[in-house]
């Protein structure tokens, strides 16, 4: 019943838009951080100064310029690191920062634009069908009304972190994580934030366990048209042939720390 109302929603107000609908919708990000560090291993106290810093270091804000069928995906802003000052050293690989990604739900497919260790990247591949779940419950995210969608992936977790030049065994946890997502049919667009989209309308929240994606403000048919440009420069690759190289990488400069899906790996060095 639930899918047979959002369709006719969703059909109605098709109608209502021509084909040169735009938008443009601005998310935060936030995370909820667990660091898996012994008593003996960091001074009383650090566990939750750390957490603090690495909260505050994965606050961004991402625009999502948007069409009917194609988008384009970037951060915003970035918030000021509080560590940088405090003696915290904090190396992020492959988090995002300065990736251009553009999608487009028709063809199903998708575009990355990467800049890694001071070369471009062009990942090139299949946009995946999710397998979402629709229910019925609802609430209102700014003016829209949104309806709740979720769904299971498994991730991995391997965790690394060097304290005074002393590096920990690497742990790996294999474990099932819930999505949940909050789409409005009112922004009749199969598309939201980072990868996430493949619902009957507009992510404007998605958490995966860990981050929280919140849409804070949306612009429909804005006057200063957006321009979505496919990326076009960079070393062509597939997701898992970039997903190899970083791990590569990461091997090589002896980086490791919790990532999940390929969302890359944080190295933290503290006094030195």
Not at 17 to 24: I, K, N, R, S, Y
Not at 136 to 151: D, F, P, Q, V
Not at 165 to 194: D, F, M
Request: some cysteine; glycine content about 8%; proline content about 3%.
């Amino acid at each position: 019943m639930i899918r047979i109302m959002i369709l006719l929603m969703m059909l109605f107000v098709n109608s209502l838009f021509a084909q040169d609908f735009q938008g443009v919708a601005i998310y935060q990000s936030s995370s909820k951080m667990d660091l898996d560090i012994g008593e003996s291993a960091a001074p009383s106290g650090m566990k939750e100064q750390l957490e603090a810093m690495l909260i505050k270091q994965f606050q961004k804000e991402y625009r999502l310029d948007f069409s009917i069928h194609e988008s384009i995906y970037q951060e915003e802003k970035q918030l000021e690191n509080p560590a940088s000052n405090q003696g915290v050293k904090m190396i992020v690989i492959g988090s995002g920062g300065g990736e251009v990604l553009y999608k487009n739900t028709k063809e199903s497919r998708y575009v990355s634009s990467n800049d890694i260790f001071g070369k471009q990247f062009l990942i090139k591949d299949t946009l995946r069908k999710n397998k979402w779940e629709l229910t019925n419950e609802t609430k209102k995210i700014g003016n829209y009304l949104c309806y709740k969608a979720t769904r299971k992936v498994e991730s991995i977790e391997i965790r690394n972190i060097t304290i005074n030049g002393e590096k920990e065994k690497a742990k790996e946890k294999k474990k099932e994580q819930l999505i949940t997502a909050w789409y409005t049919p009112l922004i009749p667009v199969s598309n939201g934030p980072s990868m996430y989209g493949g619902l009957p309308g507009l992510i404007l929240e998605v958490n995966d366990g860990k981050q929280t994606m919140l849409c804070k403000k949306i612009v429909i048919n804005p006057k200063n048209k957006v321009t979505i440009k496919e990326p076009a420069k960079g070393k062509v690759v597939t997701q898992e042939r970039f997903n190899e190289i970083m791990n590569k990488k990461i091997e090589e400069m002896k980086i490791h720390s919790s990532h999940r899906s390929g969302d890359g790996g944080i190295e933290i060095k503290i006094g030195g």
